[in-house]
């Protein structure tokens, strides 16, 4: 009489993972696009605030900040504030967001590409242009 040990042969552990892979693969594909429309989505969202809270800053200082101040000086009041006696205690925003993919968001002022300032972010690759979740996204986009 021979005797078995239970457990799995190597077959059935290989069927086992190539299912799982397969599994995995179709939920990638069809998850990646949510994830990446999500990401664009954070940027607009993010964006908005600190354009609201630049809307803000200029009300009190009548001025936009520098691109030299940039928009740190939404949550820490720069030196040379012609106002500081309206700068609120908080700064305009608790904190500034970075873009989904890490980054700190671009200020400039005046703005390039729009009237006032730009404030944007490269994407996911970082570097201007670009398509998707590697195109930039900025205030001047028409979404805003």
């Known amino acids: 009489m021979k005797t078995t040990k239970p457990g799995f042969t190597l077959i059935e552990l290989m069927a086992a ?26 940027s607009r969202a993010d964006i908005s605030q600190i354009a609201k809270a ?5 009300f009190n200082e009548l001025s936009y900040p520098t691109t ?14 012609k106002r500081p006696f309206l700068y609120p205690l908080d700064g305009y925003i608790n904190s500034l967001p970075v873009d ?3 980054k700190e968001y671009l200020y400039l002022q005046p703005g390039e590409k729009s ?3 730009d404030l944007y972010t ?11 979740e590697n ?8 979404e805003f």
């Open 100 to 102: 989904p993919w890490g």
């Open 54 to 58: 630049l809307e803000l800053y200029k």
């Open 17 to 42: 993972i190539v299912i799982m892979g397969i599994l995995v693969t179709i939920v990638v594909v069809n998850v990646a696009p949510f994830l990446q429309r999500a990401n664009i989505e954070k």
């Open 135 to 142: 195109g930039d996204i900025g205030n001047w986009l028409s």
């Open 68 to 81: 030299d101040q940039g928009i740190e000086a939404l949550i820490n009041p720069p030196t040379d504030l």
């Open 115 to 117: 009237k006032n300032y």
């Open 122 to 132: 490269l994407g996911a690759d970082g570097i201007e242009g670009g398509v998707g």
